[in-house]
């Protein structure tokens, strides 16, 4: 499977960004996906996960209020939808691919794909 992730960019603080990931090859749609962060200095921290079917979803306490994400099985791709961005969000955001089908696995570990990851910069 090969994760393709954009979007990304420069916004100022209370502004919005879509993030896509593309997923080629493999059976991306049987498992769940999620987006990751990594701010400079700082570990890859967990954002967001959706299931199998885009039923069930989770997201971190940080972004929730702000932050949705979904999927589309025909296209094989996965958003984040940010909106009400803060400069505390700036970060390389990554998809994963879950070794699982449900929303429950959020740690690092419960995935076996990533993608190269795109940057967000928000600026107060």
């Known amino acids: 499977v090969q994760l393709q992730a954009s979007g990304g960019g420069l916004v100022e603080a209370g502004g919005s960004l879509r993030l896509s990931c593309a997923a080629s090859?493999?059976?991306?749609?049987?498992?769940?996906a999620g987006w990751f962060r990594q701010a400079p200095g700082k570990e890859r921290e967990f954002v967001a996960v959706?299931?199998?079917?885009?039923?069930?979803?989770y997201v971190a306490d940080s972004v929730k209020g702000r932050f949705t994400i979904s999927r589309d099985n025909a296209k094989n791709t996965v958003y984040l939808q940010m909106n009400s961005l803060k400069p505390e969000d700036t970060a390389v955001y990554s998809c994963?691919?879950?070794?699982?089908?449900?929303?429950?696995?959020?740690?690092?570990?419960?995935?076996?794909?990533w993608g190269q990851g795109t940057q967000v910069t928000v600026s107060s």
């Open positions: 090859g493999g059976t991306f749609s049987s498992y769940a």
């Open positions: 994963a691919k879950s070794k699982y089908s449900s929303s429950n696995h959020r740690r690092t570990w419960d995935y076996d794909y």
């Open positions: 959706v299931s199998r079917y885009g039923i069930s979803t």
